[in-house]
């Protein structure tokens, strides 16, 4: 006699499960999607501070140049080195052009020159105070940039550090693709620290570096700075 045999049903998972997972994999792909989103705002801001940091660094080198306590020499000094380019420039045109000036005419030029060095170092103070509103403009655009670029840190940087410390800060440079900066990195986390949410295992001279010069530090010391978190 022939044995029947009665097939199974598969398993089966209930439309109830299958809007779960739908929906846990939509979460996660927006999770995904926002994490690299504040990332490269992150780095948006980096940029700008940087930028509002090489601007600063420029007006406070242009304002010790003009305005310093040897800017009378150097106003002097620049100005003998005008007369003599305009000098040079006429003699270069009337040989090019064919054209002949005659000493009442090298005088008035000459002399209206003076009168543009006498009107700007009458007005030195003026320019003195633009030249310091425009480092005030950039010292707010520098503070502005950072407070933003820590405000997207505490949402993508710093969880993941806390997560996984200990970790040097070579690590972490790596672990954000090498899009920040190490000397940018290092100063955000110098914030936490402050806060008391990490400790540096091994100090360094980079703290008291202009930034410039604390990046070629880093460089050499990343792999030994070593962070640890006090949350876990």
Not at 19 to 44: F, G, M, P, R, Y
Not at 145 to 161: R, T
Not at 216 to 228: P, S, T
Request: aromatic letters at 8%.
């Amino acid at each position: 006699m022939t044995k029947s045999y009665k097939a199974s049903k598969p398993n089966s998972i209930s439309g109830i499960e299958l809007d779960n997972i739908a929906s846990t994999a939509v979460e996660h792909d927006d999770d995904s999607k926002q994490a690299s989103k504040v990332c490269e705002q992150l780095k948006s801001r980096e940029q700008q501070w940087w930028q509002a940091h090489q601007r600063l660094i420029e007006l406070k080198e242009r304002q010790v140049f003009w305005f310093g306590d040897n800017s009378v020499m150097m106003w002097l000094l620049w100005q003998l080195v005008s007369y003599v380019v305009v000098a040079l420039v006429l003699m270069l045109a009337s040989k090019m052009l064919s054209v002949s000036l005659s000493l009442q005419q090298y005088v008035l030029i000459f002399a209206l020159q003076t009168l543009v060095f006498i009107a700007a170092f009458v007005f030195k103070g003026n320019l003195a105070n633009l030249i310091q509103n425009k480092i005030h403009r950039a010292q707010l655009k520098r503070e502005q940039s950072f407070n933003e670029m820590m405000i997207l840190a505490s949402y993508s940087l710093f969880p993941d550090v806390h997560a996984e410390a200990p970790l040097s800060l070579q690590r972490i440079y790596e672990n954000n693709h090498r899009q920040l900066r190490l000397v940018s990195l290092h100063t955000l986390l110098n914030h936490e620290i402050d806060a008391g949410r990490l400790i540096l295992q091994q100090q360094t001279q980079a703290d008291v570096l202009p930034l410039e010069l604390a990046e070629d530090e880093l460089n050499d010391v990343a792999d030994d700075i070593i962070y640890r978190s006090t949350l876990s």
